[in-house]
Structures are given as C-alpha cells and as structure tokens.
Antibody, heavy 120, light 108 residues
C-alpha cells in the first residue's frame, strides 16, 4: 500500500527555522516526483515546489522560491520542506503529494498534512 | 501562470441530485486537468485525471469532461459522503501547476 506519512504538527516563533518531513512507503521512492502544497487556514491549495528523489532536482513556484527549500534523502525514502526564518504568514497546513506519472502530473497520493503554526 | 477559475464557488444540494461543477483555464491546457475532493480536516483525494479518467477506486457516479479551456466535473447521484470541497488543477504548464479556488458542496 502506497503511503506518505508526514511529521507532526509544529508550533514555532517568527524567525525560527523548521524542517518537516514526508516519508514514502509501499512504492519505489526514487521513481516518483514529490510535490509540496500549502493550504492556508480556510483557503485553497497552492503548489510550492517539487523534487525528483532520484537526484534531488527541484522546481519552485516563484511565490515560494527563496523562502523554502525542498530536499530528499532517498536512503530513507523521505522528502523535506524547510524554512530558515519563519514568518507568521507561514501558518498553514502543508501537504506532500506523489506525482502519478512523471514531472508533469496530477497527484495520486497525499500525505495527511503537517500543520505549522507560527506565532510570537 | 495559468489561472484557473471554478463556478459556482459554493452551492447547496440534496442527496440524489445530479450536480455539475465547471472549471475554466485562462489558456488552453489540452486535457492536463485533474479533479480533487477535500473533506474538512483531510488531505485532498484524486478523483479524475487527464480530464476524464477516473482514478482507481473512485465511484463511477463521478465523471469528468472537457478539453482546452473548459471542463466539468459531474456527480450523477449525490451521496452523503460527497459533501466536500472540489478543486480542479491544471498540470499543463511547466514548472508550475495551478489549482482552482475550489467549489464547496453542502447539504441543502
């Protein structure tokens, strides 16, 4: 069974750093791209960026480029989303999602989400 | 970036109704269009990809159609478990896929 399991909820202060994770299982982790999607409270879905776990090649949305970093450790089938300096506006639910086929793709499996709260 | 719009933004319906949600792209996207269902507190779930292909395990009351700029999601006979928010997503543009703003379906 394909699963993406994300790390737990986080409460941070503005300016702090954070890394959240997404562990894939039940499939060949290096064969499928992973994307990250943000959902702010009560709002819609925003694509942040993607990574090819086989070589860690990444693409970012211009809206998130320079503010987050996406990485992966294929030895433990885990993708990461990290911030070096959080802002209150980063408060949101973050989902990882597996590409169904290739880099240009819909997303067939999703993690359960990681809620990030940034507050002083 | 390709902009996606959905209509209506929300509506009320009854169990057993046939409902249709429309999604429009700001430029042609061929059939690179997916539909997702999201229930409160849950991750989105893929329903349809390539505009009209039903994802494995999704009930056949869901169907999708369209190509180019105009797309529809139809639920032929609304069930209680279908009350949710539905998002379309284009994945034609590289590197940036975009989602529609969502359509909330609630109980009349």
């Amino acid at each position: 069974e394909v699963q993406l399991v994300q790390s737990g909820a986080e409460v941070k202060k503005p300016g702090e750093s954070l890394r959240i994770s997404c562990k894939g299982s039940g499939y060949s982790f290096t064969s499928y791209w992973i994307s990250w999607v943000r959902q702010m409270p009560g709002k819609g879905l925003e694509w942040m960026g993607r990574i090819d776990p086989s070589d860690s090649y990444t693409n970012y949305s211009p809206s998130f480029q320079g503010h987050v970093t996406i990485s992966a450790d294929k030895s433990i089938s885990t993708a990461y989303l990290q911030w070096s300096s959080l802002k209150a506006s980063d408060t949101a639910m973050y989902y990882c999602a597996r590409h169904r086929y290739g880099v240009i793709s819909d997303f067939d499996y999703w993690g359960q989400g990681t809620l990030v709260t940034v507050s002083s | 970036a390709i902009r996606m719009t959905q209509s209506p933004s929300s509506f009320s319906a009854s169990t057993g109704d046939r409902v249709t949600i429309t999604c429009r792209a700001s430029q042609g996207i061929s059939s690179y269009l997916a539909w997702y269902q999201q229930k409160p507190g849950k991750a989105p779930k893929l329903l349809i990809y390539a505009a009209s292909t039903l994802q494995s395990g999704v009930p056949s009351r869901f169907s999708g159609s369209g190509s180019g700029t105009d797309f529809t999601l139809t639920i032929s006979c609304l069930q209680s478990e279908d009350f949710a928010t539905y998002y379309c997503q284009q994945y034609y543009s590289y590197p940036r896929p975009t989602f529609g703003p969502g359509t909330k379906v609630d109980i009349k």
